[in-house]
């Protein structure tokens, strides 16, 4: 989709992935210096596992902007949603796209708590594309200095830019095959190192 891309990634979600991490990675390592040989390997298997689930939950999802749409790629799967496609942005939860068809959310823009909206500060809330507004106030989840709030406001700029553009192209989603082979890969190591 498109040539010119812009990626946008949850900067907490990268920060949450390399603490599970670290955590993993230490753990790991003493149990290889302190452990019995017999036990390397199911260890090895199982901090690996924790590893890919922590990459694939925090670290991989993202959107990418371009001219023709938005990519929203989540855990497994990619969802390509045309830009007069979307009918309405939202982030009461999450970045949640709109369509004719059905809601896409995005994993990797998380929408904030309550308390959010308490601390903010009103510049905040300003300068916003004008679609973020509902009754002249904005969500938590708007504010730009969330995941959900920055991802939004870019999507929103370029939709209003873009969403009465000519296109045939349909919004279309696909599984990744290959992230779910490497997951139940790691599962089946596991378990059959749990049944030895």
Request: aromatic letters at 22%.
């Given at each position: 989709m498109g040539v010119n891309k812009e990626r946008l990634g949850s900067k907490s979600g990268r920060v949450l992935a390399l603490v599970l991490i670290a955590v993993v990675a230490l753990g790991l390592i003493n149990t290889l210096f302190s452990a019995d040989v017999h036990s390397h390997g199911s260890?090895?298997?199982?901090?690996?596992?924790?590893?890919y689930v922590?990459?694939?939950?925090?670290?991989?999802?993202?959107?990418t902007l371009s001219d023709q749409g938005v990519i929203i790629v989540s855990l497994l799967r990619t969802h390509e949603i045309p830009w007069p496609r979307i009918l309405r942005i939202d982030t009461r939860w999450a970045l949640e796209l709109f369509t004719e068809e059905r809601k896409y959310t995005a994993w990797s823009a998380p929408a904030p708590g309550r308390h959010v909206g308490l601390l903010a500060s009103k510049d905040q809330g300003e300068h916003l594309p004008k679609t973020t507004y509902l009754a002249g106030t904005v969500r938590p989840g708007d504010l730009v200095n969330t995941d959900s709030g920055a991802a939004a406001a870019r999507v929103r700029t370029l939709w209003e830019e873009k969403r009465n553009q000519i296109s045939n192209e349909q919004t279309r989603t696909t599984w990744s095959k290959a992230k779910l082979f490497v997951l139940l890969f790691l599962l089946g190591t596991n378990a059959v190192l749990i049944l030895l």
């Open positions: 260890s090895l298997a199982f901090s690996a596992l924790l590893i922590a990459w694939l939950l925090f670290w991989q999802p993202h959107i």
